[in-house]
């Protein structure tokens, strides 16, 4: 959606205004706000996705369970759970709570679509404010009732969070502070 609006921010997070996202995503990038979702089963298990290799950014590699970019004056966690429903098919009904915040920045590679080797720089870079948000969903795996749209979703995975060795690989740059927000919450309760 290249015309879509994002909410731009400074340094400390302090909304500047907005921008949209293909503009946002050009090099050198401009710091915008965006979010995370994870979803976890009884279990523990956090569900994630391979993104679609048709998508504009990061195409082909393994995110959490959900991502966006937060629209100007639009409430955050409706966003999420709307953009949830839209890649998944999955109405989420369990709380969704905000369990973190972080930057990060980082280059498109342009990965080659079917052969997953770097075919260079692609000229797209992330400058996100990231809000991480977690869903306990009360099933997990086949139990759970998911559709994902074959446009925004390769594939699904559920996996451990204490496991980090075994997550899928190669990983969305955001993807490992993602999953670690979560399991820390997860630890303390948040």
């Not at 731009?8 to 949209?20: A, L, Y």
Request: charge should be negative.
């Amino acid at each position: 959606m290249p015309g879509q609006m994002v909410e731009t921010v400074d340094e400390h997070g302090v909304t500047t205004g907005s921008s949209r996202v293909d503009r946002a995503h050009e090099t050198p990038g401009v710091w915008h706000r965006a979010y995370s979702v994870v979803v976890v089963g009884p279990d523990g298990q956090a569900l994630l996705q391979r993104r679609s290799g048709a998508k504009a950014r990061f195409g082909g590699v393994w995110a959490n369970t959900c991502c966006g970019h937060v629209r100007p004056g639009a409430p955050l966690l409706d966003q999420a759970r709307t953009r949830v429903r839209e890649e998944l098919g999955l109405l989420l009904t369990a709380e969704l709570v905000e369990v973190g915040i972080f930057r990060y920045e980082a280059h498109d590679p342009s990965t080659g679509l079917s052969t997953g080797l770097s075919t260079g720089p692609s000229g797209i870079v992330e400058r996100e404010l990231d809000h991480v948000l977690l869903a306990r969903v009360p099933l997990t795996g086949d139990a759970l009732a998911l559709h994902p749209d074959p446009a925004e979703v390769q594939d699904v995975a559920w996996i451990r969070l204490d496991d980090e060795p075994a997550w899928p690989r190669p990983l969305a740059p955001w993807t490992p502070a993602v999953l670690r927000i979560a399991r820390e919450a997860l630890a303390t309760g948040r």
